[in-house]
């Protein structure tokens, strides 16, 4: 099977500063390192890393080839990452002496993929395989739609947050993955988790808690520890636990089999400076002594 990636290819601007600045406050960084980095382009590379074959639908401008290439390097399938007349995504991504972040985006062509560009790609698609989306491009409840028409299975990673963008989409998905405050967020607009009524499960992370799984078709929760590790930077670990529950569904592994694994994945990124040129590969989580 494949994993199909509506996702978002950013430029990331790293600076080290010394705490995230507060209103009105200048800092002066430590350090800049500039890498590949995106929701969407994490969780490409993390689910390559993880052992899946994995096609990047998505958009970059003419700034944007190295990206690309980047992409490819790491064993992402770049054909359906369109080239347009405007600039990439980037992001800025404050980094505090703890690995506590703050991050602002600029979508950029992240924000201008055709829904042609999108049907075509996933008519080659198989049923059983993956499609996998975020909030950072347009366009998410045609793709949703359209790969629930063809039999796929549907995960969603709701960030950045948007009530109405993700229930314009919930019909048709089957598995949401987001941390606590989103789910708050989401509970606070609505009055109810999400998927509630439904038979939906929903991944919640705790960061360095853990995460729980919720099963809406049965009411059943578990929970998930994660390793004690201390964090030099807690950027992209999300994204790759996505990436790694996508890419073990998308092997044959069951749901929580596919997070345990996802879980110590996400554990050891926190442990390394950057964002997709560091996401770990499965031997180095298999190896991992956690």
């Not at 507060?22 to 960084?29: F, S, W, Y």
């Not at 229930?167 to 606070?188: G, M, S, T, W, Y």
């Not at 607009?189 to 939906?200: D, E, F, L, N, W």
């Amino acid at each position: 099977m494949s994993i199909y990636n509506l996702g978002s290819i950013n430029a990331d601007y790293v600076y080290a500063v010394p705490h995230l600045p507060e209103p009105g406050e200048t800092l002066a960084a430590r350090d800049l390192t500039k890498g590949l980095g995106g929701k969407g382009a994490n969780m490409s590379v993390a689910a390559a890393r993880a052992g899946a074959h994995v096609c990047h639908i998505g958009a970059v401008g003419p700034d944007g080839g190295w990206m690309v290439e980047r992409l490819m390097e790491y064993g992402v399938d770049t054909r359906a990452i369109a080239r347009l007349e405007m600039p990439s995504g980037h992001a800025i991504i404050n980094v505090d002496r703890h690995g506590e972040n703050a991050i602002v985006i600029y979508p950029g062509a992240n924000r201008h993929i055709s829904t042609p560009q999108i049907g075509l790609v996933l008519s080659e698609a198989a049923a059983g395989g993956t499609l996998l989306f975020q909030n950072e491009t347009n366009a998410q409840d045609y793709a949703a739609e359209t790969a629930r028409s063809l039999g796929m299975r549907v995960i969603c990673c709701p960030a950045p947050y948007d009530t109405a963008a993700l229930e314009r989409v919930l019909p048709f998905v089957d598995l949401v993955i987001l941390n606590q405050i989103e789910a708050a967020q989401h509970k606070e607009v609505t009055g109810q988790p999400i998927g509630h009524g439904s038979a939906i499960k929903v991944i919640t992370t705790f960061g360095s808690k853990g995460c729980t799984l919720t099963d809406h078709a049965t009411g059943h929760v578990k929970e998930f520890a994660a390793p004690s590790v201390v964090p030099v930077d807690t950027t992209g670990a999300g994204d790759t636990f996505a990436g790694y529950v996508a890419a073990g569904l998308d092997r044959g592994l069951p749901l929580e089999q596919s997070i345990s694994l996802a879980t110590r994945a996400a554990a050891l990124m926190v442990t390394r400076h950057g964002t997709a040129d560091v996401i770990p590969d499965l031997k180095d989580v298999q190896d991992s002594l956690f």
